[in-house]
């Protein structure tokens, strides 16, 4: 990765408030630092809005703004995330991304490198998961109204098959897949963000998942649902899907994929991994009969290598999720009620 | 995962489960005095493995849940105060005083910071001369050396923007309240493993001479409750009334005890409010005379006031073991873990918040 910053721009050792004023220094910072990473056809045309042809069949399209702190963390860093979460939310309808905008709001101050740095990881990711950057936006806020840097991208995707993939698709008798370890992101920013120092680093899982998904479009799997674990971890993905399909749903605690670094953290804190943050995984809700088709082709990709069946839906009825805990008990999975808080004892 | 998968093996929990159902021959009252064993045996269902017989109680054993309300509403007071940066264990900011909690405070620009140990606050106070650092000082006989170590620690580096806002509590005096209760019910305890690795369990003779009750001194992971309440049943059904240890990897008669001669040099025994319980004598810790400067009551001349709890919270009665949190009308309706009406709902380890969170309808 190239991580100097271009010359004119490293004139500039910090982001200024004209950086965004529309003159000079910021028609600099478009074409030296956003224009120079992420060319291609349509952006550099240099127009106010992309244009491009419409392929045949549905589109997909979805926005997400992401704010993180720190801004590099072990794993991944804000603009990888950016990218990988809006194509990830684009895979979750089965959908193949072809193009980003993507809008920065930058604090004044800035330093440049950081801004470089980020820039590059973004182009890196964007290659990566085969999506372009048409069109874009930068605004620069005073010194004390940002965190840094602020990032927004929305996604636009083709979906090349038939099914409708959506919670109202979702059927009893599923069976429910998780595509890989849980709470590696979440406790990959708590531990740098609070300092805690634990023998191993823990890395972020930030990732893109559309080879996966995409794998399973085009093996023929039956796919109901899938969807994308973020903030709120399976627990809450797995409690809007019951929700929104009115469907009981029970897994089970010794199937789900717990890497012992996080178990541990998780342990020590008194968080629970099922509540926690991930940022390349996603649950996939399949007819029973396809389930170990559809394991075999998670099991086919790096980033699903970990992918495992971890429960099914039960039957239509009030929404509601159960765990059948290591003693084999049955109880409530329910939504964290707000921000994950480490116990006192 | 190593050392903690071994307390969770399945089929030696059965073994237990198996042995406590032959062994029960009658009804037996027991209370978990910790809510860590609550939080365990509600998220495990070990409760569901156990015999009819056997009623587990859920004791008054969570820091955060007993805090009184006038102790919230005196840390949302200083929080909201400009020169003041105000540190807390993680839990306690969801808590809701009698207005507000300290996360709204936070929201509305009170500097208000989650730390894992008291002496990260101390140092805080070194790197922020111009700031006041306050920690909030809750917990059981667990957090007191550690609380007790930062102010000593603040005492040594002279520091004069540092202060504590204390309510700790003690759980010997607890036990004692309940056994003496004419309303109790508690036929043997499991007594905290966590709190006994630092005070050792001498402190539970008297207890169990004068009110003739089995004491277990029990750890935490599903197999050790198991074997605790095992060890219980052991003794109500061969009469006997003993302190046993189930939990010897990590706790011994004595404690642990330069820990024990640091809490007494910081601290004294003083009566303390219990939320949803009442004042109990003898059973909490405040800043002994010599370190009384870093006293955040006394610092911010903050007056002593009453606040009532909710009329229609029942969790005085759920933490004698009087009612289950089920059975309170207000219970997933008025009082939520967003929005808890009072003590037992507001932390994870709370009876109330344990039951809805893991048994709301199953």
């Known amino acids: 990765m190239n991580v100097s910053c271009p010359i004119p721009i490293s004139q500039y050792p910090h982001i ?26 349509i ?31 072990p794993g991944g860093d804000i603009g990888s995330m950016a990218i990988h979460g809006t194509v990830n939310d684009l895979a979750m309808s089965g959908a193949r991304p072809l193009y980003l905008s993507c809008g920065f709001i930058i604090e004044e101050g ?30 620069v806020v005073d010194k004390g109204n940002g965190d840094g840097l602020f990032i927004n991208t929305t996604g636009i995707g083709i979906i090349e098959h038939e099914q409708i993939i959506s919670p109202q698709s979702v059927l009893p008798s599923d069976a429910i897949l ?17 300092g805690l120092a634990f023998e191993t680093t823990i890395e972020s899982d930030s990732a893109p998942v559309v080879e ?49 670094d996080v178990h541990a953290a998780c342990e020590m804190l008194g968080l629970d991994p099922l509540h926690v943050a991930n940022e390349g995984r996603f649950v996939a809700f399949v007819p029973a009969r396809a389930s170990a088709r559809a394991l075999q082709v998670l099991h086919g990709a790096e980033v699903s290598a970990n992918a495992a069946i971890i429960g099914q839906v039960v039957e239509k009825s009030t929404p509601l999720v159960t765990l059948k805990s290591e003693l084999g008990v049955n109880r409530i999975l329910d939504m964290p009620s707000g921000e994950q808080l480490p116990r006192i004892c | 995962m190593k050392f ?38 509600v998220k495990f269902g070990i409760d569901e493995l156990l015999p009819k017989q056997i009623e587990l109680i ?31 264990f993680g839990d306690m900011l969801r808590v809701p005083g009698s207005t507000t909690d300290l996360l709204s405070v936070k929201a509305k620009g009170g500097d208000v ?52 806002l204390i309510s700790h509590v003690l759980v010997p005096p607890a036990i004692e309240a309940l056994m003496s209760s004419p309303n109790c019910r508690v036929q043997g305890f499991l007594a905290a493993g966590h709190v006994c690795a630092v005070m050792g369990y001498e402190e539970y003779f008297p207890l169990v001479k004068k009110y003739r009750v089995p004491i277990v001194v029990t750890g935490f992971e599903p197999l050790d409750i198991l074997h605790g309440i095992l060890m219980v049943v052991q003794q109500l059904e061969s009469g006997r009334a003993e302190v046993e240890n189930q939990y010897a990897r990590a706790v011994t008669r004595a404690g642990n005890q330069p820990a024990q001669a640091l809490v007494k040099k910081v601290f004294q025994v003083v009566p303390r409010k219990w939320r949803g319980v009442g004042e109990i004598p003898q059973s909490g810790l405040g800043l002994a005379g010599e370190y009384a400067a870093f006293d955040a009551d006394k610092k911010f001349g903050l007056t002593d006031r009453r606040v009532d709890e909710p009329a229609e919270c029942i969790a005085g009665l759920i933490l004698q073991g009087l009612k289950k949190p089920h059975e309170c009308p207000a219970f997933g309706t008025k009082c939520t873990p967003e929005h808890p009406l009072g003590a037992t709902m507001v932390s994870s380890e709370g009876a109330c918040a344990a039951y809805y969170r893991y048994r709301r309808h199953a």
Not at chain 2, 62 to 84: F, G, Q, S
């Open chain 1, 16 to 41: 200024l408030m004209a950086h965004g004023g529309g003159g000079t220094l910021m028609h600099r910072l478009l074409e030296e630092v956003f224009g120079k990473a992420f060319s291609n056809p």
């Open chain 1, 43 to 73: 952006l550099d045309t240099r127009h106010d809005s992309a244009q491009f042809v419409v392929p045949a069949g549905r589109l997909a399209m979805t926005t997400d703004s992401y704010v993180v702190r720190p801004i590099f963390f």
């Open chain 1, 110 to 139: 800035l330093p440049m490198e950081t801004l470089w740095r980020v820039v590059c990881s973004m182009r890196d990711a964007a290659k990566k998961c085969g999506v372009q950057i048409i069109t874009g936006d930068t605004k």
């Open chain 1, 178 to 194: 998780v595509s890989g370890d849980l709470g590696r992101h979440g406790m990959a920013i708590m531990a740098v963000r609070e």
């Open chain 1, 212 to 260: 996966p998904v995409l794998a399973l479009v085009q093996a023929g799997v039956e796919i109901h649902c899938l969807r994308d674990l973020t903030r709120g971890g399976l627990a809450s993905a797995l409690n809007e899907i019951a929700e929104a399909a009115g469907v009981k749903i029970a897994i089970e605690q010794k199937s789900i994929p717990v890497r012992e």
């Open chain 2, 4 to 41: 903690l998968d071994e307390y969770r093996d399945a089929e030696l929990a059965q073994k237990f489960a198996r042995e406590i159902h032959r062994l029960t021959t009658k009804p037996w009252t027991i209370m978990e005095v910790c809510g860590g064993q609550t939080h365990a045996i």
């Open chain 2, 58 to 88: 859920h004791g008054p054993g969570c820091p955060v849940c007993v805090t009184p309300l006038e102790v919230i509403d005196k840390a949302l007071e200083i929080a909201a105060r400009p020169e003041v940066v105000f540190t807390s």
């Open chain 2, 113 to 164: 910071r989650i730390v894992y140990s008291p002496l990260d606050a101390v140092k805080l106070a070194e790197e922020n001369p111009a700031k006041e650092i306050v920690f909030f000082g809750v917990g059981f006989e667990t957090t007191a050396p550690a609380t007790a170590m930062a102010v000593y620690q603040a005492a040594q580096k002279k520091l004069k923007n540092f202060s504590m």
